[in-house]
């Protein structure tokens, strides 16, 4: 029996950082071991060309990086499929018929293109590609008939505009494609080291490849309850963001422990952020083992997508026969 499919995707934007990682990868873990799906995970570089085109040096390499970054948090191949969009050439190909079916209102309302042209107002993105954004995502996802698609909540307008398009294409042509359902996950509320959002442009980013004093040394430097002046005042973990990383990765007995030492001003933060470097270190062990295995062996990594090449164009190809026979082209 053919278990359901679902399929993610995310810009390759190189090494992954926490954020990254409890945000979106860790929920594409989960699914992937409980077993119950198959599971589709590509590297988006045609997306990143919708704002990145003038500078398009990087994108190989940082794929690449993405994807090593990928298997070292235990992204499987013998239980994903792991490839890159812009190696499955059906994905072009079925974007252009669903751009002819999408009207463009649907995409001038979507809130996200109005949110990015304002965010990435330092780029020229008044482009027919960015605009269309969306309907490559839609058929990023519909190509593989996806019934979920594990995404954050800033995705949620995309995944609504696949399901437009999808109805749309069965309307007008024949039943073929699934709606897929978008799936969230709850995430930990994470941020950077400056208590702004962990993101690469900020250079707050505890990434996954940091390790030994580069990690004990950015922890330290990790915001705490800034009310909290001396080690005299109680803290308030709630608002610590070096408590939500104690949430994760420390044992739930040290939680309350830290929790109530804080309160009661028992622990500095210096203190405290020195055991969550440690507890961070060992909760990265693992992947950090996995990550020197690919990194020594980056053959292995393109074998691996070379793989994911060829298993994930078996049902492209098959999806685009039936759409071809659909729409009498
Ligand atoms: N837009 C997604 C992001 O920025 C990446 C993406 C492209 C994607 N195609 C997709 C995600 C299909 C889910 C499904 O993160
Ligand atoms: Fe945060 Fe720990 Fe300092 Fe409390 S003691 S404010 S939990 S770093």
């Known amino acids: 029996m053919e278990k359901k499919r679902i399929l993610s995707g995310m810009r390759p934007t190189g090494r992954l950082h926490l954020g990254n990682l409890h945000g979106a990868l860790a929920n594409w873990v989960d699914i992937q071991n409980s077993g119950t799906y198959d599971c589709f995970y590509f590297v988006a570089d045609w997306h990143a060309l919708t704002s990145d085109y003038k500078d398009t040096d990087l994108i190989k390499a940082y794929s690449l990086d993405m994807v090593v970054d990928w298997l070292s948090v235990g992204l499987d191949p013998a239980k994903s499929v792991l490839f890159v969009q812009s190696e499955v050439k059906e994905h072009a190909e079925l974007y252009l018929i669903l751009s002819m079916i999408t009207p463009l209102s649907w995409l001038e309302r979507n809130p996200t293109y109005k949110e990015m042209q304002e965010e990435l107002s330092n780029k020229d993105i008044g482009t027919f590609g960015f605009l269309g954004y969306p309907v490559l995502q839609a058929a990023d996802i ?31 042509y024949k039943e073929i494609f699934p709606i897929p359902e978008p799936l969230l996950a709850e ?103 996995r990550q020197d295995y690919y990194l020594n062996h980056l053959g292995d990594v393109k074998d691996i997508m070379d793989d994911g090449v060829q298993r994930a164009s078996k049902i492209a190809r098959l999806t685009m026969e039936q759409v071809r026979e659909a729409t009498k082209i």
Do not use: W
Not at 151 to 170: C, K, M, S, W
Not at 246 to 275: F, L, Q
């Open 142 to 172: 519909i190509m593989y008939k996806a019934y979920g698609v594990p995404v954050g909540v800033d995705q949620l307008p995309h995944v609504e505009l696949t399901r437009e398009i999808a109805r749309r294409f069965n309307f007008l």
């Open 187 to 289: 995430v930990p509320k994470l941020l950077g080291l400056d208590g702004r959002k962990m993101s690469k442009s900020y250079d707050n980013s505890i990434y996954l490849r940091d390790r030994g004093d580069v990690l004990r040394q950015k922890i330290s430097s990790m915001f705490t309850d800034p009310q909290r002046m001396r080690k005299t005042d109680p803290g308030r973990p709630e608002v610590c963001n070096a408590f939500a990383f104690h949430n994760i990765y420390s044992p739930s007995s040290e939680i309350d422990e830290i929790s109530d030492a804080c309160r009661t001003a028992a622990i500095g933060c210096v203190e405290c952020k020195k055991r969550l470097a440690e507890r961070i270190a060992d909760g990265m062990a693992s992947t950090h083992e």
